[in-house]
């Protein structure tokens, strides 16, 4: 083990541990894009979440985003402060709504499009392979997460 690699690495390592050990480096990429991304994690969700064009209310975000209602309340507040997003009133609706602004679309659209390239340039030194390994890792994400649910 190496202070780059303090997981161990490598074919040698029994099957669950090399798992881990990717998995922690994918989780180290992944923040690490996420830090060169102009969005925070918790804009980014809230963006992908209603990038669908509906608004919502804190109460639907939070459900859909599984997260204590005081969570996404702090959250929501920091996007709207940054232009990210906008709270509206709906005749006849008695909670507000939320939605994106063009600027949160815009940044949102960004942030996916660099995001979703690094994991295109991961997919392309896969070649012919790509579309089994996106198929091993479907079945292997709905196990993991049975297991995990099932603890």
């Known amino acids: 083990m190496t202070a780059s690699a303090p997981f161990g690495t490598g074919p040698d390592l029994p099957a669950d541990r090399r798992v881990a050990s990717l998995l922690v480096r994918l989780d180290v990429n992944r923040r690490i894009a ?8 918790a804009d980014g969700r809230l963006l992908w979440l209603l990038s ?11 459900d859909a985003l599984r ?3 005081s969570t996404v ?5 920091a996007a709207l402060a940054a232009g990210f ?3 509206f009133t709906e005749a006849g609706r008695p909670a ?25 340039d ?7 392979e790509a579309g089994a390994f996106l198929d091993l890792l479907e079945r292997f994400t709905q ?3 049975e297991a995990v649910r099932d603890a």
């Not at 709504?97 to 940044?107: D, Q, S, V």
């Not at 991961?122 to 012919?128: K, Q, W």
Request: net charge neutral; proline share 3%; charged share 30%.
């Open 73 to 77: 309340n702090r959250q929501v507040n």
């Open 52 to 62: 669908d064009g509906r608004p919502r209310t804190l109460r639907e975000i939070a």
């Open 96 to 120: 507000r709504l939320i939605e994106p602004t063009a600027e949160g679309l815009t940044a949102f659209e960004r942030a996916t499009t660099r995001a979703l390239g690094a994991y295109a």
């Open 143 to 145: 196990a993991y997460g």
């Open 122 to 128: 991961g997919l392309a030194v896969l070649g012919d």
């Open 34 to 41: 996420e830090h060169h991304s102009e969005l925070g994690t």
């Open 67 to 69: 997260l204590e209602q």
């Open 85 to 87: 997003l906008r709270r």
